[in-house]
């Protein structure tokens, strides 16, 4: 009787009114009224568990933001195809040649690099001997206009060879306990890397969804500049990483086919090299120079005679790619994507070398371009009391 009589009384209260809202199914919830000291705890609690859960789960984060990224870096070509096409079929393109660059990568660049580092590996004493005389030949010069420390040019030698060799060495170990650590989590490899496809997809093609999801966890008088926050972040970050990652396949390309013409050795490797260090900014070319000119100086060329010969043209090849990606491809390709000077540029990638290591190094310059829209969000909205 209770029951039918509270059914009675709810049904003739008005819609819409009262204490209840109506919920997504249709119903009526009755609200939960808690003190501000619990709702506080709630909130605590539950960032508490969700920290706990992304320690406790790394991988997690790993794919919710290689996701992100990598749906960022598609938005380029996405939204270059989408002058042309329907927004459909420009993912569907995109996406098509993004498997198809994978598979190409899987089944033939990957087999072929690894017997190039294979190959690069047991011809390392051939290397080391080489660069031993290489190094014994500078000594004896330097001797000879007395420019060494010391009175005994063939101690310094020897320890200066001793230590260049264990670091050698160490670096080889290294290099081989990583390769060898990665064949065991090829599987959890290919898990992670399914994932953030999968992410990027969903992010692409549900765009719209998650734009309105944002907005609404806006309140409305700010939706607007919400809005505009959102069209930043598109059009800088998308910009910036799909033309970054676009420039540095280029260097690759370019520097595996000079070195192919000149007649080095270990071509594709190297400008894979070049590829992964282009990533690093102002140091990236240094170190994905260093490695070819030492291959031509120590192996010399298919083509040239003089090793020397072979390692300067190899300089210049360097240098005209460097020039071709600084004065041309990223101007055109990036733009004013960054709007950064270069000094901040510079001083971020330091900070974040000393903050993260390399990983900071590389993702020193998207954050700083992430702090770039937001000053510029803020620095326009952002008032005083005394000047509202």
């Known amino acids: 009787m209770r029951m039918d009589r509270w059914a009675r009384e709810r049904a003739r209260r008005p819609r819409g009114k009262g204490p209840e809202a109506k919920s997504g199914s249709g119903g009526?919830?009755?609200?939960?009224?808690?003190?501000?000291?619990?709702?506080?705890?709630?909130?605590?609690?539950?960032?508490?568990?969700?920290a706990l859960l992304l320690y406790a789960a790394p991988t997690v984060p790993a794919v919710a933001l290689g996701g992100v990224a990598l749906a960022i870096v598609l938005s380029f070509p996405v939204r270059a195809l989408s002058h042309f096409m329907p927004r459909g079929l420009a993912?569907?393109?995109t996406v098509v040649a993004l498997l198809g660059l994978i598979s190409l990568g899987f089944f033939f660049l990957v087999p072929l690099l690894i017997e190039q580092l294979s190959t690069l590996v047991r011809t390392t004493p051939l290397i080391a001997n080489r660069a031993n005389q290489l190094l014994i030949d500078m000594i004896n010069a330097?001797?000879?206009?007395?420019?060494?420390?010391?009175?005994?040019?063939?101690?310094?030698?020897?320890?200066?060879?001793?230590?260049?060799?264990?670091?050698a060495q160490h670096l080889?170990?290294?290099?081989?306990?990583?390769?060898?650590?990665?064949?065991?989590?090829?599987?959890n490899f290919g898990v992670i890397l399914f994932g953030i496809l999968f992410v990027a997809i969903y992010l692409m093609v549900d765009v719209r969804k998650v734009?309105?999801?944002?907005?609404?966890?806006?309140?409305?008088?700010?939706?607007?500049?919400?809005?505009?926050?959102?069209?930043?972040?598109?059009?800088?970050?998308?910009?910036?990483?799909g033309g970054l990652v676009f420039v540095v396949m280029i260097q690759g390309i370019l520097a595996a086919l000079a070195l192919n013409l000149l007649g080095v050795r270990y071509a594709i490797l190297l400008g894979v090299w070049v590829s992964l260090t282009a990533f690093i900014p102002y140091l990236g070319a240094f170190l994905g120079?260093?490695?070819?000119?030492?291959?031509?100086?120590v192996f010399g060329s298919t083509i040239f005679e003089s090793a020397t010969t072979t390692a300067i043209l190899t300089i210049v090849a360097y240098v005209l790619i460097q020039q071709l990606?600084?004065?041309?491809?990223?101007?055109?390709?990036?733009?004013?994507?960054?709007?950064?000077?270069?000094?901040?540029?510079?001083?971020?990638?330091?900070?974040?070398?000393?903050?993260?290591?390399?990983?900071?190094?590389?993702?020193?310059?998207?954050?700083l371009a992430v702090f770039r829209v937001l000053f510029d969000f803020f620095r326009v909205r952002l008032r005083t009391r005394s000047e509202a």
């Open 91 to 93: 993912i569907l393109l």
């Open 142 to 167: 330097l001797n000879e206009r007395q420019l060494l420390p010391g009175s005994d040019p063939e101690e310094f030698s020897k320890r200066l060879v001793t230590e260049l060799f264990d670091r």
């Open 172 to 187: 080889t170990e290294n290099l081989l306990r990583s390769i060898l650590g990665f064949i065991p989590k090829a599987f």
């Open 28 to 50: 009526y919830m009755t609200p939960i009224f808690v003190s501000s000291r619990v709702w506080i705890g709630i909130v605590v609690v539950g960032i508490a568990l969700i």
């Open 211 to 241: 734009k309105a999801a944002f907005l609404k966890t806006v309140p409305v008088h700010y939706r607007h500049d919400a809005r505009d926050l959102w069209e930043a972040f598109g059009e800088s970050l998308s910009r910036y990483l």
């Open 289 to 297: 120079g260093i490695p070819a000119v030492i291959v031509a100086l």
């Open 325 to 367: 990606e600084g004065n041309f491809l990223t101007p055109r390709i990036q733009g004013q994507a960054l709007h950064v000077h270069p000094i901040l540029v510079l001083l971020a990638v330091i900070a974040g070398g000393e903050l993260a290591g390399l990983a900071g190094v590389i993702f020193a310059v998207p954050a």
